[in-house]
């Protein structure tokens, strides 16, 4: 049967509010990094149908489900004009838009702080190179505690003492022979571990320090000079990570404004290395996909 006539304005109505157009959007640039839909590059074109009451703000959002590329990122215009096209206009208001038309896209992603350039960090000229050499002795655990008797601690006061003329005349090999054979006495403080542990760093022997320094935070684990030769000794080994963390403890029982600067610089250098290993992961994982 025929439809009535009165119904007949109704359903072109009807029928021309479903239509749609295909709108091909041509690429005209694209740097999204990563987001970027796989294919989705610069000189290329994909079909996005929409009907013709849609606004570009509603392209956007289907172009940005096809390309990868936020709304916010978007730029629209139409070939042959630089002017983009207002979010809020629709598409049949759009002069010489039409079924089958072109727009043009341009999509950045905005940089980010781990997108931008992070520059190179100047030559550290006061590195050490970690030492080959073996470490002055430290007694065993049982000797690290043991009770000492009167003559073990006038051996031990005596040879501290020796340690310290020898300092004061210059004599590091001397001192470092003294004050090792005080802490081998037994149960040395860590006071005098730390004494020990400062003679080696200043003699370029990082590593064997922070094994001085771990000793005397183990006999006192709030000792900030234990924590700050540890931290030096990091900090010369360029273990930035580590420097940080004992700068920040020692810091934190006994604040020294002088070693502010080198706080900064290992901190610096922490945050420095810590964003290239995530570039380069984020890269890597890129990559794999």
């Known amino acids: 049967s025929q439809v009535p006539a009165h119904c007949r304005p109704q359903q072109t109505e009807h029928w021309a ?49 096809i390309v990868g590329a936020h709304m916010s990122w978007q730029t629209l215009s139409l070939p042959g004009s630089d002017a ?42 006061e590195a050490m190179p970690a030492e080959d050499v073996e470490p002055p002795a430290l007694p065993g655990p049982d000797a690290m505690n043991a009770e000492l008797t009167e003559e073990q601690e006038d051996l031990r006061n005596k040879c501290n003492g020796e340690a310290a003329e020898a300092l004061e005349d210059g004599d590091k090999a001397t001192a470092l022979k003294k004050y090792t054979e005080a802490i081998m006495v037994g149960n040395p403080s860590a006071m005098l571990l730390a004494k020990r542990g ?57 604040y020294d404004p002088d070693l502010k600067e080198m706080h900064d610089f290992c901190t610096l250098r922490k945050t420095w290395h810590a964003k290239k290993a995530a570039r380069e992961a984020a890269k890597a994982d890129a990559a794999a996909e």
């Open 17 to 65: 509010a479903m239509s749609q157009w295909n709108i091909k959007v041509h690429i005209l640039d694209i740097d999204v990094g990563s987001h970027a839909k796989i294919g989705m590059a610069k000189g290329n074109e994909v079909t996005v149908p929409i009907e013709p009451h849609a606004t570009i703000h509603m392209l956007k959002q289907r172009v940005a489900m």
């Open 84 to 125: 983009p096209l207002d979010d809020l206009t629709k598409l049949q208001d759009v002069v010489g838009l039409g079924d089958g038309s072109t727009i043009n896209l341009t999509a950045v992603a905005p940089k980010s702080k781990e997108d931008e350039d992070m520059g190179e960090l100047e030559e550290d000229t």
């Open 198 to 254: 400062e003679l080696l760093l200043k003699t370029r022997r990082p590593k064997a320090a922070i094994l001085d320094a771990d000793a005397a935070l183990a006999k006192n684990p709030d000792s900030a000079k234990a924590y700050r030769l540890r931290a030096k000794s990091h900090r010369f080994l360029s273990m930035w990570e580590e420097a940080v963390a004992d700068f920040s403890a020692c810091q934190k029982i006994d």
